[in-house]
């Protein structure tokens, strides 16, 4: 079946750092990968997604590039702030569900 | 607002009574899921519907969960005789499903959940 495996957290960096959330994925043909963010009280949002090999998605200074080599989403951001603090979730969409991640929770420090 | 609303947005609840939680999708889209997330762990997939027709169930799915969606519209997710084990948040999503060149290309939109506690 699918699955998704992402880096643990909790992450906690300084306002400024660099972020990067290690994900792989396992699964049969060819999924669209996603990364969703759930701020403190808030739901589920899409932040960016991918839909084949070599894709960069990107948003609000957020890239991940779907590597099907390596069978990698990486989620990067060079500058992180205050207001980044949030759950991180990889997911994939294949047998037409979503399949989730356990999710990194980061924290950002001013 | 046109997102994905759930009600309630809390709900406790006795051991043994029954819950029912209602998702209202994005108004044209075709696909409604249901997953169940609990504390530390990703989102897990109970079930969805493409149109009115529910297609597939997690075997998470126990025989006192049950799901529909009437008309293809709104959605009700229902527990009966709940136990303390099924305290979670309830998660709605819908997309508009459509494939591309064979790949499933859907982005799914979700709502703020319902809590529900099990005492």
């Known amino acids: 079946g699918n699955s998704v495996t992402q880096m643990e957290g909790p992450v906690t960096l300084s306002e400024e750092a660099f972020l990067t959330i290690n994900c792989t994925y396992t699964?049969?043909?060819?999924?669209?990968l996603f990364w969703y963010v759930q701020y403190p009280g808030e739901g589920l949002q899409l932040l960016l997604k991918?839909?084949?090999?070599?894709d960069k998605g990107s948003n609000k200074g957020f890239e991940a590039t779907y590597r099907k080599e390596t069978t990698s989403f990486h989620l990067e951001k060079g500058s992180v702030q205050v207001s980044d603090s949030a759950v991180y979730f990889c997911?994939?969409?294949?047998?037409?569900?979503?399949?989730f991640g356990a999710g990194t929770t980061v924290t950002v420090r001013a | 607002d046109t997102g994905v609303s759930q009600n309630p947005r809390h709900k406790i609840t006795k051991r043994g009574q029954n819950v029912t939680f209602r998702c209202d999708p994005i108004?044209?889209?075709?696909?409604l899921y249901w997953y169940r997330q609990t504390l530390g762990q990703g989102p897990e997939f109970l079930t969805y519907?493409?149109?009115?027709?529910?297609?597939?169930k997690s075997r998470l799915l126990s025989d006192r969960f049950s799901a529909e969606r009437p008309k293809g519209s709104f959605s009700t997710l229902e527990i009966q005789r709940t136990e303390q084990g099924d305290s979670a948040m309830y998660l709605c999503?819908?997309?508009?499903?459509?494939?591309?060149?064979?790949?499933?290309?859907?982005?799914?939109?979700f709502g703020q959940g319902t809590r529900l506690t099990v005492v």
């Open positions: 108004s044209e889209h075709n696909r």
């Open positions: 991918a839909t084949k090999a070599d």
């Open positions: 997911a994939l969409m294949g047998d037409y569900k979503l399949s």
């Open positions: 999503a819908s997309s508009l499903a459509m494939v591309v060149w064979g790949q499933e290309n859907t982005e799914a939109f």
């Open positions: 519907f493409q149109n009115e027709a529910q297609l597939e």
């Open positions: 699964a049969t043909g060819y999924p669209s």
